[in-house]
C-alpha cells in the first residue's frame, strides 16, 4: 500500500507544472521576499531572495530548479525556497537561460553570475557570504555540481569552489549521463567531441567541498546509479561525500517530500537543512566525519 500511495503522489507531482498547489500552502509568514533581482542582463537573467526575518550570519543556499535544461521557472519553486528559509537559512532561486535560446555551457555561465551576485550580496540579507551551499534538483543538480566540480566555471566570476563554496547538495542529478540517446539532449550538448566536458564526474580531484548526494530508489528520470558512480568517483579521489537514497522514492516526489503535507514520505528537507547548517567555510570547515544530519 505505501508503495501504490507513494507512486501515485510522485505521478501527481510530475504531473503538476507549476507546482502551484505546493506554492500556495507554503507558509511565507516569517520570510522576507524580494523578487525579480537581476544578476545579469536579459528576462531570465533574474532571482529572488527568501529571507528569515530574524537572518542574522545565516547559512545561504542557491538552489538551481530542474527541468531538464530546456524549461522551468524560479516561480514555481516557492515551496521550495520557503521550506528551507523558514529553518533559518537564506534562499536564492535564480531564473537562468535554457535551450532553445542558449545550449550547452551558457546556462552554467548564467548559473556561476548568480552565484557570483549572492557572494556579493548576501550579507545584505542577514546571511553569511562564507557559508554558501548550492542546491539542484535533476538538471539542477547536474549545473550545481557542476560548478562544483569544473572550477572553470566560477572562475570565470573571480570565484573558486574550494575557497568560495561551503558546500553541494545534488537531488537525484545526472552527472554521468553518455551516451545521449535523446535528440534533444544532443541539441542542447552539442557535437560528440564536446560531451565529455559536460559531465561532472569528468572533474573530480578530490579537492572539491563536500557534497551531499540524494537519489530516490524508483527515479525512472534519472537512473540513481549516476549518484553511486559520482560518489564512488569522489572516495577514491579522497574527497568529501555522503550519499542517500530513498527507498520508494521518484524523482518528482523526493523534492516534492520538502513541502509539508509529504513530508513523511522523504527527509528530503531534513537532511538538506542539516547539511547546509553544518557547512562551514574553507578556512575553518569542521571535519565532515561528523555531520549533523
Known sequence: MRAFI???????????????????????????ISRDIPYDSGPRCTLDVYAPRAANNAPVAIFYYGGGWES?????YAFVATAL?????????????????????????????AARWVRDHASSYGADPKRLVLVGH??????????????????????????????????AGPYDFLPLKSERLKAIF???EQRALSQP??????????????AGGIDFTVDPANTTRLAQRIEAAGGEVR??????????????????????????LADTTAFIKNSRPASDRIAFGTPTW
Open 190 to 192: 552539442g557535437p560528440p
Open 6 to 32: 507513494v507512486g501515485f503522489l510522485g505521478s501527481l507531482l510530475g504531473a503538476c507544472s507549476p507546482t502551484g498547489f505546493l506554492n500556495s500552502i507554503a507558509d511565507t509568514s516569517t520570510i522576507e
Open 138 to 171: 535533476s538538471a539542477g543538480a547536474h549545473i550545481a555540481s557542476m560548478l562544483t566540480l569544473d572550477r572553470q566555471w566560477l572562475a570565470s566570476v573571480d570565484l573558486d569552489p574550494r575557497r568560495d563554496i561551503a558546500g553541494t547538495v545534488g537531488l
Open 85 to 113: 528559509a523558514s529553518e533559518g537559512i537564506v534562499v536564492i532561486v535564480p531564473d537562468y537561460r535554457i535551450y532553445p535560446e542558449v545550449r550547452f555551457p551558457e546556462f552554467l555561465n548564467d548559473a556561476a553570475g
Open 243 to 268: 550519499t542517500l537514497t530513498y527507498p520508494w522514492i521518484g524523482h518528482s516526489l523526493l523534492l516534492g517530500a520538502v513541502a509539508k503535507p509529504f513530508r513523511i514520505f522523504a527527509p528530503t
Open 72 to 76: 522551468g521557472a524560479k516561480e514555481s
Open 201 to 214: 564526474i569528468n572533474f573530480i580531484d578530490g579537492a572539491a567541498p563536500p557534497m551531499l548526494l540524494i
